[in-house]
């Protein structure tokens, strides 16, 4: 069984301030990990990818992957109120028709 | 640029009704999804894609019906619609190679009544 988790929120937080969010996976074979950014009636954009152990940053998004704990975060700063969404953390499994599957997302409010 | 480009938009049928959802992309990607997503809930993978002439079941396919005759195309076919499969459907792809993204389109939001 593949699982992703994710604590579905809702996570409010203050403009300027940190907003984590946490995903956990079930399976180690896992390899590529995403979060994508979903606002209310629309498709999921992509946000960032991770593949190896560590930070990886791209402006004010970091993702965080330990896969000994299997576990992937994401952080922003300086949040926004245009940050304000869902977000969904995404695993990939290669070896299974390049499948993904996705956590439910946890719900973002960044109060100006 | 189009990228993934699904119809209808929205749609209502009836209980019994059958419909196709139609999912393009010009992107050549080898790899094709479909994928449900209930209110306040994540994904889930109705049927997938690796290339022309092959799918596969993801994790919710009853209900559902695929085929893929060219790499642009991947339609999902519901037959005899019922009030649960009232959903959002995304169709996605994504190209061969580990570690790839994945491309959505803009949905389509079905009512089954």
Known sequence: QKEVEQNSGPLSVPEGAIASLNCTYSDRVSQSFFWYRQYSGKSPELIMSIYSNGDKEDGRFTAQLNKASQYVS??????????????????????????????????????? | NAGVTQTPKFRILKIGQSMTLQCTQDMNHNYMYWYRQDPG????????????????????????????????DFPLRL??????????????????GTGNTIYFGEGSWLTVV
Not at chain 2, 52 to 63: H, S
């Open chain 1, 74 to 112: 994401l952080l922003i700063r300086d949040s926004q109120p245009s940050d304000s969404a869902t977000y969904l953390c995404a695993v990939n499994y290669p070896n299974t028709g390049n499948q993904f599957y996705f956590g439910t997302g946890t719900s973002l409010t960044v109060i100006p």
């Open chain 2, 41 to 72: 809930m994540g994904l889930k993978l109705i049927y997938y894609s690796v290339g022309a002439g092959i799918t596969d079941k993801g994790e919710v396919p009853n209900g559902y019906n695929v085929s893929r005759s060219t790499t642009e």
């Open chain 2, 79 to 96: 037959e005899l619609a019922a009030p649960s499969q009232t959903s959002v459907y995304f169709c996605a792809s994504s190209p061969r």
